[in-house]
């Protein structure tokens, strides 16, 4: 009777904003106080690969991440795991002989073990691709009919920006209004293919882990900065057109000069924030630098950079002349034997350069 076990293994990648979430108006539905815009990642790179596990013979639910077991007590997970079960349906899987009724996946539990294909410490935004594939893969063994925007609704109660990670291309997440969070969800803007000519470079310029966790850093910045609120209000819902927009019809120059403005306004509201919160250093600052003085230098811009919170940049070149020429100026201006802390990771394409 308790011999069967039933698996389930998915893979998602992570995301990067380009219009930022930095603050929640309700800490623990996760829901955020503006909209935001990002682009998922190429599943080859920065990908989470997950797989769950029922059984009956398993007597609680346990998880390791990258083979080291880790406790599931936190409100965030057990939250994701309550919402997935209740929409947990019949399975049935013939050719294993295994029948499950809805009513009792009350009584299973599961085991789940998580790999990132990216350094963890590396300081790159791994909750997101993290939740995102663990919600996806337990909707997968629990046949929940859920669609991948409603799946993005639970995501988000795990990690906000894990609900950006259920869809390929460009992803907007829509804030909502609903006190019970039901309308704050993921939409795909275009998918994947609609802009391929983009090339995407993520600069590594520290592996420290981060000092202020995105959780502390949005609650200081909730409750002290008043430039979160004029961006929250003013700044954003007008962004988010313009970069729909942008996106739609490929307008490079746009999007560039978007993206770096609303990366700088996060970090400015990082500043605004009591204590003030650094997450960029001195190489980003440098970098920064380099790509103004680039794109000043040209007819458009040719790169975009975007800084989540910590020092790393990512980079999103035009296309691949400009990749290659933004990767010669890094190596140029942050020759990697001088810079030990300074690798850089190429995205969308299959090198990586350390
Ligand atoms: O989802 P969290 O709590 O890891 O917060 C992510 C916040 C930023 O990465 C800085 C911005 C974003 O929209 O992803």
Same mark, same amino acid.
């Given at each position: /009777?308790?011999?069967?076990?039933?698996?389930?293994?998915?893979?998602?990648?992570?995301?990067?904003?380009?219009?930022?979430?930095?603050? +929640?108006? &309700?800490?623990?539905?996760?829901?955020? @106080?503006?909209?935001?815009?990002?682009?998922?990642?190429?599943?080859?790179?920065?990908?989470?690969?997950?797989?769950?596990?029922?059984?009956?013979?398993?007597?609680?639910?346990?998880?390791?991440?990258?083979?080291?077991?880790?406790?599931?007590?936190?409100?965030?997970?057990?939250?994701?795991?309550?919402?997935?079960?209740?929409?947990?349906?019949? @399975? /049935?899987?013939?050719? *294993?002989?295994?029948?499950?009724?809805? +009513?009792?996946?009350?009584?299973?539990?599961?085991?789940?073990?998580?790999?990132?294909?990216?350094?963890?410490?590396?300081?790159?935004?791994?909750?997101?691709?993290?939740?995102?594939?663990?919600?996806?893969?337990?909707?997968?063994?629990?046949?929940?009919?859920?669609?991948?925007?409603?799946?993005?609704?639970?995501?988000?109660?795990?990690?906000?920006?894990?609900?950006?990670?259920?869809?390929?291309?460009?992803?907007?997440?829509?804030?909502?209004?609903?006190?019970?969070?039901?309308?704050?969800?993921?939409?795909?803007?275009?998918?994947? *293919?609609?802009?391929?000519?983009?090339?995407?470079?993520?600069?590594?310029?520290?592996?420290?882990?981060?000092?202020?966790?995105?959780?502390?850093?949005?609650?200081?910045?909730?409750?002290?900065?008043?430039?979160?609120?004029?961006?929250? *209000? /003013?700044?954003?819902?007008?962004?988010?057109?313009?970069?729909?927009?942008?996106? +739609?019809?490929? &307008?490079?120059?746009?999007?560039?000069?978007?993206?770096?403005? &609303?990366?700088?306004?996060?970090?400015?509201?990082?500043?605004?924030?009591?204590?003030?919160?650094?997450?960029?250093?001195?190489?980003?600052?440098?970098?920064?630098?380099?790509? /103004?003085?680039?794109?000043?230098?040209?007819?458009?811009?040719?790169?975009?950079?975007?800084?989540?919170?910590?020092?790393?940049?990512?980079?999103?070149?035009?296309?691949?002349?400009?990749?290659?020429?933004?990767?010669?100026?890094?190596?140029?201006?942050?020759?990697?034997?001088?810079?030990?802390?300074?690798?850089?990771?190429?995205?969308?394409? +299959?090198?990586?350069?350390?």
């Amino acid at each position: /009777e308790k011999s069967w076990v039933r698996m389930v293994t998915a893979q998602t990648p992570t995301n990067i904003a380009v219009i930022k979430y930095w603050g +929640k108006r &309700d800490e623990t539905l996760i829901l955020p @106080v503006n909209d935001s815009i990002s682009v998922t990642l190429d599943p080859a790179h920065l990908c989470t690969t997950t797989t769950v596990a029922v059984s009956p013979s398993f007597d609680q639910d346990r998880m390791w991440l990258n083979g080291k077991e880790i406790s599931l007590s936190g409100g965030r997970y057990q939250n994701c795991l309550r919402e997935i079960r209740a929409q947990a349906c019949d @399975v /049935e899987d013939e050719e *294993k002989g295994i029948k499950i009724a809805k +009513k009792d996946w009350e009584n299973l539990h599961v085991h789940v073990a998580s790999y990132n294909n990216f350094p963890t410490a590396a300081g790159l935004a791994s909750s997101a691709a993290g939740f995102a594939c663990l919600v996806f893969a337990l909707a997968k063994l629990m046949n929940a009919k859920e669609d991948n925007s409603e799946l993005s609704a639970i995501a988000r109660q795990g990690s906000g920006s894990a609900c950006r990670s259920l869809f390929g291309g460009f992803v907007k997440w829509i804030m909502g209004k609903a006190e019970d969070g039901s309308d704050s969800l993921a939409v795909q803007l275009v998918d994947e *293919k609609h802009w391929d000519e983009l090339v995407i470079i993520i600069a590594v310029v520290s592996s420290r882990q981060k000092e202020t966790s995105s959780t502390t850093g949005m609650r200081d910045s909730v409750d002290t900065s008043l430039l979160l609120q004029h961006r929250a *209000k /003013e700044v954003v819902p007008k962004r988010i057109k313009q970069m729909e927009e942008a996106i +739609k019809n490929r &307008d490079f120059g746009s999007f560039a000069q978007l993206t770096c403005a &609303d990366s700088n306004q996060f970090h400015a509201v990082c500043l605004d924030t009591c204590p003030p919160i650094f997450y960029m250093n001195d190489t980003s600052h440098r970098i920064i630098s380099c790509v /103004e003085k680039w794109n000043r230098s040209e007819e458009t811009p040719q790169v975009a950079y975007t800084f989540d919170a910590g020092p790393n940049a990512v980079l999103i070149a035009h296309n691949r002349k400009a990749a290659t020429q933004l990767l010669q100026k890094l190596l140029f201006y942050f020759p990697p034997s001088s810079d030990a802390d300074l690798n850089s990771y190429v995205i969308g394409d +299959k090198s990586i350069l350390k």
